[in-house]
């Protein structure tokens, strides 16, 4: 906050209304001043002081999301993007736009008083509104995190009027302007419970209470053993499978052989794998996420445990479209995407060199040999002509930009390959970079999508690689993508879930 405000202005004029309003306000405090806290008084000053430049609640985001839930995290994030915007409205409008005077301490005893009294205007209180807004950001996305936070949020906002350093209209204007700003946050970033995917016909699978005749196949590599446990719990008469990376396809072949549903516990490689088997042997899946991004298992609306074993439970399901690629003899299906050009080619050099110097590290050394990189790693033949490509995407049905937020799907049975195209030329990084901000636009210098059942592509080099659920492949010649409308029955929630 800034030090600089005037605070010698006095209020202009009389008003009978206002003076009242501001002589309760001075009478609640004295009330609150003279009574006795005696649990209080060592907690709410250093709460108070904890809250200090947010400290309090960047540290409560940090613990939020170390629950390693997707709602969690979302929740972290969107709680401190309403503190931020608070803050940013207090610092800049609302401590100068009414410059009110702190209250006078001598009402108030000295062991509640802090040691370094604010300089700032009054009105409103920043902590308060720093308090209520992530209180508030944090529960619109997950109201039982939200439930967990609201008391050591009310008791910061308490603690301001405790301390002596706030009028309670003060905190009480805080708090307004706080749910606020997570409310315009939310209008900017739709949260996942206000973009619910459209109505889909329920899918013919079997119930299965407790888990009976569903067989899961968890791949011991993706560190999913704490969802392995609990899904023992929920669903204690399903069969569980753990086994190393180069044994699933071996493994998800017998429990196919078995099972009255197949199930599976990992990354999206995992679960292309799974749906490849259960699409060919005509059963339904069941996918718990266990991997590290997992979009698949997102988009479907399972993000843990509970989901999952209440959508089992029940029979719950939704068919699905799958994608397909053929390249001469060589096919595969995708759940997610489809890509060629500078994506598999990142993806070959990292996995070079994620084991000596950890992912990350070899994340970003790929980037940068690939980008220097003076030849275009694609060039197809659209309409007779050839045509660099940097990269060529193909989403199995359409992504959304949701405000500021990154994309997702919403229908997952859409019949639509979402394909985006980066055109080739020089400077690779800042193609794809503008590609990158153009977002949801059709067609920019750099960048076009079109939106497609079926996707012809001749002439590919020899040795072109082709990425598809984090996999990837050699291709040569035509390779064709192509949707296949509904054609995967796949557990998921329910709408009352």
């Given at each position: 906050m800034s030090p600089d405000v005037d605070l010698t202005a006095l209020y202009p004029g009389r008003h009978a209304v206002r003076d009242r309003l501001l002589a309760w306000d001075s009478r609640l405090f004295e009330f609150a001043a003279a009574r006795d806290w005696p649990a209080a008084e060592p907690v709410l000053p250093r709460l108070s002081r904890s809250a200090n430049h947010g400290v309090?609640?960047?540290?409560?985001?940090?613990?939020?999301?170390?629950?390693?839930?997707?709602?969690?995290?979302?929740?972290?994030?969107?709680?401190?993007?309403?503190?931020?915007?608070?803050?940013?409205?207090?610092?800049?409008?609302?401590?100068?736009?009414?410059?009110?005077?702190?209250?006078?301490?001598?009402?108030?005893?000295?062991?509640?008083?802090?040691?370094?009294?604010?300089?700032?205007?009054?009105?409103?209180?920043?902590?308060?509104?720093?308090?209520?807004?992530?209180?508030?950001?944090?529960?619109?996305?997950?109201?039982?995190?939200?439930?967990?936070?609201?008391?050591?949020?009310?008791?910061?906002?308490?603690?301001?009027?405790?301390?002596?350093?706030?009028?309670?209209?003060?905190?009480?204007?805080?708090?307004?302007?706080?749910?606020?700003?997570?409310?315009?946050?939310?209008?900017?970033?739709?949260?996942?419970?206000?973009?619910?995917?459209?109505?889909?016909?329920?899918?013919?699978?079997?119930?299965l209470p407790e888990g009976e005749g569903l067989v899961v196949v968890a791949n011991t590599a993706a560190g999913s053993a704490d969802r392995v446990r609990a899904l023992r719990d929920a669903l204690p008469r399903a069969e569980i499978v753990e086994c190393a990376p180069q044994d699933m396809r071996e493994e998800l072949e017998k429990a196919a052989a078995r099972a009255e549903a197949l199930g599976v516990c990992g990354g999206d490689g995992t679960v292309n794998t799974a749906a490849?088997?259960?699409?060919?042997?005509?059963?339904?899946?069941?996918?718990?996420?266990?991997?590290?991004?997992?979009?698949?298992?997102?988009?479907?609306?399972?993000?843990?445990?509970?989901?999952?074993?209440?959508?089992?439970?029940?029979?719950?399901?939704?068919?699905?479209?799958?994608?397909?690629?053929?390249?001469?003899?060589?096919?595969?299906?995708?759940l997610n995407t489809c890509s060629l050009g500078v994506y598999p080619e990142l993806v070959r050099e990292r996995d070079r060199w994620a084991h000596r110097i950890g992912s990350w590290p070899a994340g970003v050394l790929a980037a940068l040999r690939v980008l220097r990189a003076d030849?275009?790693?694609?060039?197809?033949?659209?309409?007779?002509?050839?045509?660099?490509?940097?990269?060529?995407?193909?989403?199995?049905?359409?992504?959304?930009?949701?405000?500021?937020?990154?994309?997702?799907?919403?229908?997952?049975?859409?019949?639509?390959?979402?394909?985006?195209?980066?055109?080739g030329g020089r400077r690779p990084a800042v193609r794809l970079?503008?590609?990158?901000?153009?977002?949801?636009?059709?067609?920019?210098?750099?960048?076009?999508?079109?939106?497609?059942?079926?996707?012809?592509?001749?002439?590919?080099?020899?040795?072109?690689?082709l990425a598809y659920d984090g996999e990837v492949t050699e291709v040569a010649g035509d390779v064709t993508l192509e949707k296949q409308a509904e054609a995967l029955v796949v557990y998921r929630p329910g709408p009352d879930d």
């Open positions: 309090l609640w960047f540290a409560t985001a940090g613990l939020i999301a170390a629950s390693r839930t997707p709602r969690a995290r979302r929740a972290a994030v969107r709680g401190i993007a309403s503190l931020a915007l608070a803050s940013a409205a207090i610092n800049t409008v609302g401590k100068r736009s009414v410059r009110r005077p702190r209250p006078v301490l001598d009402t108030v005893p000295r062991v509640r008083q802090l040691k370094r009294q604010p300089v700032t205007t009054s009105f409103p209180s920043g902590h308060s509104a720093s308090a209520a807004a992530f209180a508030a950001g944090v529960a619109l996305e997950s109201p039982a995190w939200g439930s967990v936070v609201a008391p050591v949020a009310f008791s910061v906002a308490m603690s301001r009027v405790y301390t002596g350093v706030h009028f309670p209209s003060d905190v009480l204007a805080g708090a307004a302007l706080g749910v606020g700003a997570a409310f315009v946050v939310r209008a900017l970033v739709p949260s996942r419970s206000q973009t619910a995917p459209p109505a889909r016909a329920r899918a013919e699978a079997p119930p490849g088997i259960a699409l060919r042997r005509g059963l339904p899946l069941a996918v718990l996420p266990g991997g590290t991004l997992n979009h698949f298992a997102y988009d479907l609306g399972v993000e843990d445990v509970r989901a999952l074993s209440r959508a089992v439970s029940r029979g719950d399901a939704m068919r699905v479209d799958v994608g397909r690629f053929t390249s001469g003899e060589k096919r595969g299906v995708f030849r275009h790693p694609l060039e197809v033949e659209l309409g007779g002509r050839s045509h660099p490509l940097w990269l060529l995407f193909a989403g199995n049905g359409t992504y959304h930009r949701l405000g500021l937020a990154p994309a997702r799907r919403l229908d997952l049975a859409d019949g639509r390959l979402d394909v985006r195209v980066v055109h970079l503008a590609a990158a901000l153009a977002g949801p636009l059709t067609r920019s210098p750099a960048h076009a999508a079109v939106q497609v059942s079926t996707l012809r592509l001749k002439g590919v080099e020899p040795g072109t690689l």
